[in-house]
């Protein structure tokens, strides 16, 4: 179950909530029991989405030692 952020606007806390996803979008209430709350974009870990970072650019360049004939 992905789990959201939350900030209270009352009283500046932050808190967790475990939710499911349909109900992402429905209000929170701060655990001082504040309701203007705002949901805060945060990294979640959601099974089954693979999110894979691009892979490095490699190659060579310019320079260096072999770049220049300087190896030979
Ligand atoms: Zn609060």
Redesign the pocket.
């Known amino acids: 179950m992905p789990r959201y952020d939350f900030r209270?606007r009352?009283?500046?806390?932050t808190f967790e909530l475990n939710r499911p996803m349909a109900r992402a979008n429905d209000p929170a209430t701060?655990?001082?029991?504040?309701p203007d709350?705002v949901k805060l974009l945060s990294t979640v870990a959601v099974t089954g989405t693979g999110a894979s970072a691009p892979a490095p650019a490699g190659g060579g360049g310019g320079g260096g030692c072999c770049g220049g004939g300087c190896c030979g």
């Not at 009352?10 to 806390?13: D, F, L, P, T």
């Open positions: 209270c009352s009283c500046g806390a701060c655990p001082e029991g504040h709350t």
